[in-house]
């Protein structure tokens, strides 16, 4: 079933150059793709609290968690279902901007809740975790987990919203695989927010180490117990255990399982987030189906998008041409 979506996005989508969303405006839990129906696999639901002492119990498992905005509340989970001892090395939040600088580097864009500042905690957590404990534990499998969250605030001036990532090996010894994520939550209220990263945050290690061989259940479990809560508006699973898997059709996944209404990426296939690549930009959105994309669809887009950059008020060194396709047959 996947290699023919695989093949449609392949055929499709490689002729349009820009940046591409996918729009689900169908009825939740049902997508039909050409001839192709999805349906939802069948599995075991688990409390947070029974993920996070599954994890716990396993002691080829051990891990960093660095976590800044929204508390610690990962970690708590971790350390309230008992024998942590056995999976957490080492927890910290880094809440004073000066002193994450001087932890992780500055920003040059200003901004803490970002993609970027992600990965400089999980490069820095994790060399950090190679460095000072490879030796004494050579047959155990290393995650850091991280994340950089901006809750609710007093005022309702920010909304809340927040980057999440995990760097972790499957086996011991092996080369280590990313899985980041952008978070849009929903509570109207702080502490809410709170519990929702936190539970996130379980879900998103237990899926790492309990549903790597199946994408869609990983896609899936993400939302244990966050319904109508939270929504996950990018995701973006990397590395050499996961070079079968095309983040296109991650996107697709995503939008298909009710993580998100809308999954953005590039032409590179890289899943985006609008916060990121729109950031001070100028962007032009082109409507429509392109099933398949003829020659007069990118004639048109082509020179639309050549009028758009000429355009006075327009930055044409930081404009994007994004067709907008939607997944109705």
């Given at each position: ?10 055929q499709?989508?490689?002729d ?8 689900n405006n169908l009825?939740?839990q049902?997508?039909n793709f ?7 696999i069948?599995?075991?639901?688990l ?5 996070a002492l599954e ?5 080829s498992?051990?891990g960093?968690?660095?976590?800044i ?6 970690a708590?989970?971790?350390f ?9 090395a ?5 809440y004073?901007?000066?002193y994450?600088?001087?932890?992780y580097g500055?920003?040059?864009s200003?901004?803490y809740v970002?993609e ?5 905690m999980l490069d820095h957590?994790?060399?950090?975790m190679g ?8 047959n ?11 809750a609710?605030n ?19 010894e ?6 980041v994520l952008?978070v849009?939550m929903?509570?109207n209220?702080?502490r809410?927010?709170q ?5 996130l945050g379980v879900?998103l290690?237990?899926?790492c180490?309990?549903y790597n061989?199946n994408p869609e259940?990983?896609l899936q479990?993400l ?8 929504m ?6 990397t ?8 983040n296109?059709l991650l996107s697709?996944?995503s939008?298909k399982?009710?993580l998100t209404?809308?999954a953005?990426f ?5 899943p985006l ?6 950031y ?6 082109v409507?429509?189906?392109?099933r398949p994309p003829?020659l ?7 020179s639309?998008?050549?009028q ?6 327009v ?5 994007f041409?994004?067709?907008?396709l939607?997944?109705?047959i």
């Open positions: 079933m996947q290699e023919h979506i695989i093949e449609f996005l392949n499709n989508i490689p349009l150059k820009g940046v591409y969303l996918f729009k009825k939740p049902t997508l050409q001839h192709i129906t999805f349906k939802h069948m599995r075991q639901q409390e947070t609290e029974q993920k994890i716990n119990l396993d002691d498992i051990y960093t968690f660095a976590e905005g929204a508390g610690q509340e990962v708590r989970y971790f309230q279902v008992g024998g942590a001892a056995g999976t957490i080492k927890t910290m939040s880094a004073d901007k000066v994450s600088d001087q932890i500055p920003e040059p200003g901004r970002c970027s500042r992600l990965y400089k957590e994790y060399d950090l460095a000072r404990l490879r030796q004494e534990r050579p155990t499998s290393f995650f850091v987990f991280a994340d950089t969250i901006a609710v007093f005022s309702r001036t920010v909304k809340g919203d927040g980057w999440l990532g995990i760097r972790f090996q499957l086996k011991a092996g080369e280590t695989n990313d899985l952008h849009r929903l509570d209220d702080n809410l927010q519990q929702a990263i936190g539970i879900n290690i237990h899926a180490f309990r061989d259940v990983m479990s939302m244990d117990g966050l319904h109508e809560r939270v996950i508006d990018m995701i973006r699973l590395g050499p255990d996961f070079e079968h898997v095309d296109r697709l996944l939008v399982n009710g209404d809308v953005i590039g032409p590179d296939g890289k987030h609008a916060s990121e690549f729109l001070k930009r100028h962007l032009m959105i409507r429509g189906s392109f003829t007069v669809n990118l004639d048109m887009i082509k639309g998008y050549q758009f950059r000429e355009d006075p008020e930055a044409s060194g930081k404009s041409c994004s067709p907008k939607h997944l109705i």
